[in-house]
């Protein structure tokens, strides 16, 4: 009798500690949070560790909302496209020991539930420069956002040129072209 209790307090003790050791190692399965976001169809210019563009997302209630966030993270897996709004699942895990300047949650993409193009008429502002800080490079008339996205200027390229010389903050609406270029409507 003492050795059949024995034997299942052992057995209990390697199971309890056979199943945790899973969990120990990061299961994928028993760690993050499940949640649904909407990514915009542009980047907005933003300051992280450096200049740079970022997703503007709403996450679960938020969705359908006029709100929408500065996303300095990526998402593993996603693919973004430039003049598409995305309805997307993704799975929010957290990260053990982060750098200093990391975040402390990993996006992972579980599934898209929807891609919609948005129409090329469809307009949206983009801060061009602020804080004194230009966010457009140029080579010859050829303009650029973080060397990301070609900005056609059309007649407006002398008018960007001065704005970005004289001005402390620069906007610019803009329409899609294709992905990868935008065309510039007006600056203020």
């Known amino acids: 009798m003492h050795i059949k209790f024995n034997s299942l307090i052992l057995i209990g003790f390697f199971t309890f500690f056979g199943m945790n050791s899973c969990n120990l190692e990061g299961n994928e399965n028993n760690e993050g949070e499940v949640v649904r976001m909407r990514v915009n169809h542009f980047k907005q210019t933003a300051f992280g560790v450096a200049p740079q563009l970022v997703l503007l997302v709403q996450e679960a209630e938020e969705i359908g909302g006029e709100e929408w966030n500065y996303f300095y993270d990526g998402i593993k897996d996603f693919e973004y496209e430039y003049g598409y709004v995305y309805d997307i699942s993704v799975k929010k895990e957290p990260v053990e020991n982060p750098p200093q300047d990391a975040s402390s949650i990993k996006y992972i993409l579980l599934d898209v539930i929807s891609k919609e193009k948005i129409d090329n008429t469809e307009t949206f502002e983009i801060k061009l420069k602020w804080g004194g800080n230009s966010f457009v490079s140029s080579t010859g008339d050829q303009y650029t956002l973080m060397d990301e996205?070609?900005?056609?200027?059309?007649?407006?390229?002398e008018n960007l040129a001065q704005g970005?010389?004289?001005?402390?903050?620069?906007?610019?609406?803009?329409?899609h072209v294709s992905n990868g270029e935008i065309r510039l409507i007006t600056l203020q």
């Open 149 to 157: 996205l070609l900005i056609d200027c059309n007649e407006l390229c």
């Open 164 to 175: 970005l010389e004289n001005e402390d903050e620069l906007t610019g609406t803009f329409s």
